[in-house]
C-alpha cells in the first residue's frame, strides 16, 4: 500500500469580510497544482468504498487517477458516465456524509476531498469544452417509447439524461420559466452559480430531452392526460415546495416570510440585484432565522448580504444535532451569523402597521430521544424572553406540492402528502408513473434525489422494453 498522505487540500474561499457584502461563489475552486496534489493522495484501494458511498455510484477511483494522469477528457468522461450534474453536485452535495465518510482515509481523519475534486473535473470541462475535441455520448438505438418528466430539479434532470442515453423520447414539463428546480430558486448564487446549473441543464437538453418551460402538470395537463397523450411513462420529479410553519401567535405579521418565498425572491427572481431586476425584498436590520438545515443557513447568509445589521439563527436543539452541513455552518459562523441554540419562538409581536418588531422565545432544554433518535426539546418553564427583529424568515422544511396528488386518480399519498414509491424502483402504484427525489421522501439532499432520478430511470427503461 502507498505511504499514506494526510495533508488533505484546503480549498481556498473568499475572506469572510468580503464575503458577507457579496453573492459572488464563497469557495474558490482548486488550482491545478491542488487537484494534482490532493489526486495523488488517493491510494486507489481494492475495495473502493467510496463508490459504494456514491448514491449514483460514480467510479471515483478511477476519475481521480484521470487527474493524476493529467487525462482530464478521461476524467471527464467517467464522471459524467455515471453523474450527468458533476458541477452541481461537487459543490452542494454532502460528501462528508456520504463518499468521503468511508473513505479509507477517513480512519485517520483525512479523507480523499472527492467532491472538491469532483468540481474541478466539471469546472475543467466547462472552461476547455470549446477548444477541446470531446468525445459525445454514442447515440443510442431510439426505442420509439416517451417519458414525460415532470419537474427539472435533480431528479428530473437525472432521470431525464439516462432515459434519453437509453434511447428513449423525453420531455421535461417545468412549472417555472427557467430550467433547473430547485437549483435556481432555493440555492443562493455564493454557494451554487446559475451559470453551473444552467450548463447542466444544457449538457441534459444536448442528449435530446425536450425542455418545456411554465408548464405546470395538474393545471395545462395532469398525469393521466399525459398518459393518454401519447407518452408511455411518467416521472414525477417535482420536488417539496410547500413550506411548513409554526402556527403561532403572529405569524401572519408582515415581516414573516417562509424560507422559500425569502430565497426564490432572492435566488430566482434576483433580488440581491435590485433596481436592476424589478424584485424588490425587505430584508430589514435584524432578522431572525428560524430552524437548523442548509436552508435556514442559506437564508441567514442572504439577509446578511442583503444588507442586515444581525441576523440570528434560532434552533430548538443543540448545535451538535443541527442539520446542516458542518461547512455551511461554519462559514455562517465566520461571517457573523448569531446563533442561538435550544432557543424556540413562541409568539411574534407586531406593531399597529401590523408589522413584525419583536418575537417571544422560551429556552429549551434535551430530555428523552424521541422517533428520530434525538433527544427531545423540551421548554424550560419561565425562561421566556423577546428579541427584537424587524425581519423573520421560517424555514423548518417543505412538503410536496398537493397539486399532482389532487389530480392524479388513484395515486398513493402519505399523510405528509409525499408520493408513495418503491424505494429501490420508484415505481408508485398508478400504471406507468414512477417517482423520486423530495416528493417521495420530503425534503432531503440533491445527490440522494439525483440517485433517485437514476433508479427509476432504469425501472422505467426495464418496463418499456418490456412492453
Same mark, same amino acid.
Given at each position: 500500500m502507498?505511504?499514506?498522505?494526510l495533508?488533505?487540500v484546503?480549498?481556498?474561499r ?10 459572488n ?7 491545478d ?11 486507489q ?22 487527474i493524476?494522469d493529467?487525462d482530464?477528457?478521461e ?5 459524467k458516465s ?13 460528501q462528508?456524509t456520504?463518499?468521503e465518510e ?9 479523507p ?8 474541478y473535473?466539471?469546472?475543467?470541462e466547462?472552461?476547455n ?8 455520448p ?10 414525460a ?13 439516462e ?17 433547473g ?9 455564493f454557494?451554487l ?5 444552467q450548463?447542466?441543464?444544457?449538457y441534459v437538453?444536448?442528449?435530446g ?5 411554465d ?9 393521466d ?20 410553519f409554526?402556527n ?23 433580488a440581491?440585484?435590485f433596481?436592476?431586476y ?9 432578522v431572525?432565522?428560524i430552524?437548523?438545515?442548509?436552508? #435556514?443557513?442559506?437564508? +441567514? /447568509?442572504?439577509?446578511?448580504?442583503l444588507? *442586515?445589521? !444581525?441576523v440570528? %439563527? =434560532?434552533?430548538r436543539?443543540?448545535? #451538535?444535532?443541527?442539520? +446542516? /452541513?458542518?461547512?455551511e455552518?461554519e462559514n *455562517?459562523m !465566520?461571517?457573523g %451569523? =448569531? ?6 419562538p ?10 413584525v418588531?419583536?418575537m417571544?422565545c =422560551?429556552?429549551?432544554?434535551?430530555g428523552?430521544?424521541?422517533d428520530?433518535?434525538?433527544?427531545r426539546?423540551i421548554p424550560r418553564?419561565?425562561?421566556e424572553f423577546i428579541?427584537?427583529?424587524d425581519?423573520v424568515v421560517v424555514a423548518?422544511g417543505t412538503t410536496?406540492?398537493?397539486l399532482?396528488a389532487?389530480t ?7 399523510r ?12 408508485t402504484n ?14 432531503a ?10 433508479r427509476a430511470?432504469a425501472?422505467i ?7
Amino acid at each position: 500500500m502507498p505511504k499514506l498522505d494526510l495533508n488533505r487540500v484546503e480549498m481556498p474561499r473568499q475572506d469572510p469580510k468580503e464575503r458577507a457584502k457579496n453573492f459572488n461563489e464563497v469557495a474558490l475552486g482548486y488550482s491545478d497544482e491542488q487537484a494534482e496534489y490532493e489526486a495523488n493522495r488517493c491510494i486507489q484501494c481494492p475495495k473502493r468504498p467510496c463508490v459504494s458511498g456514491c448514491p449514483v455510484n460514480v467510479d471515483i477511483p478511477e476519475f481521480i487517477k484521470a487527474i493524476r494522469d493529467n487525462d482530464m477528457p478521461e476524467a471527464v468522461r467517467i464522471l459524467k458516465s455515471k453523474n450527468a450534474l458533476p458541477g452541481i453536485c461537487g459543490r452542494v452535495c454532502p460528501q462528508e456524509t456520504q463518499c468521503e465518510e468511508v473513505c479509507t482515509l477517513a480512519k485517520r481523519d483525512a479523507p480523499i476531498a472527492i467532491g472538491r475534486l469532483e468540481r474541478y473535473v466539471a469546472d475543467w470541462e466547462r472552461e476547455n469544452q470549446p477548444s477541446m475535441e470531446t468525445k459525445a455520448p454514442d447515440t443510442p438505438e431510439p426505442t420509439g417509447k416517451r417519458v414525460a418528466v415532470v419537474g427539472s430539479g435533480p431528479a428530473g434532470l437525472t432521470a431525464a439524461a439516462e432515459l434519453a442515453k437509453m434511447g428513449h423520447s423525453v420531455t421535461i414539463f417545468e412549472a417555472l420559466h427557467i430550467g433547473g428546480g430547485v437549483l435556481m430558486y432555493g440555492i443562493p448564487e455564493f454557494r451554487l452559480p446559475k451559470e453551473i446549473v444552467q450548463a447542466e441543464v444544457d449538457y441534459v437538453k444536448s442528449l435530446g430531452v425536450e425542455l418545456v418551460l411554465d408548464a405546470v402538470i395538474g393545471k395545462i395537463d395532469t398525469v393521466d392526460e399525459l398518459l393518454d397523450s401519447g407518452y408511455d411513462a411518467v416521472f414525477l420529479g417535482t420536488g417539496a415546495g410547500l413550506p411548513m410553519f409554526m402556527n403561532i401567535p403572529g405569524e401572519n405579521l408582515c415581516g414573516i416570510y417562509s424560507a422559500n418565498e425569502f430565497l426564490t425572491r432572492t435566488n430566482l427572481m434576483k433580488a440581491y440585484l435590485f433596481p436592476k431586476y424589478d424584485t424588490p425584498i425587505s430584508a430589514g436590520k435584524r432578522v431572525a432565522v428560524i430552524g437548523g438545515g442548509n436552508v #435556514a443557513m442559506d437564508s +441567514a /447568509r442572504c439577509a446578511l448580504r442583503l444588507g *442586515a445589521e !444581525e441576523v440570528y %439563527i =434560532i434552533y430548538r436543539r443543540s448545535e #451538535a444535532e443541527m442539520p +446542516a /452541513r458542518r461547512e455551511e455552518v461554519e462559514n *455562517a459562523m !465566520e461571517e457573523g %451569523i =448569531i446563533f442561538r441554540f435550544l432557543t424556540n419562538p413562541v409568539e411574534f409581536i407586531g406593531n399597529e402597521q401590523g408589522w413584525v418588531t419583536s418575537m417571544k422565545c =422560551i429556552e429549551m432544554e434535551l430530555g428523552e430521544p424521541d422517533d428520530s433518535g434525538r433527544r427531545r426539546p423540551i421548554p424550560r418553564e419561565g425562561s421566556e424572553f423577546i428579541i427584537d427583529i424587524d425581519t423573520v424568515v421560517v424555514a423548518l422544511g417543505t412538503t410536496p406540492n398537493p397539486l399532482i396528488a389532487s389530480t392524479t386518480e388513484g395515486l398513493d399519498t402519505t399523510r405528509r402528502g409525499t408520493v408513495v414509491a418503491d424505494e429501490e424502483t420508484g415505481k408508485t402504484n398508478k400504471a406507468g408513473v414512477w417517482a423520486g427525489g423530495d416528493i417521495v421522501t420530503g425534503a432531503a439532499t440533491v445527490i440522494s434525489a439525483m440517485g433517485a432520478g437514476k433508479r427509476a430511470a432504469a425501472d422505467i427503461d426495464k418496463y418499456l422494453r418490456s412492453q
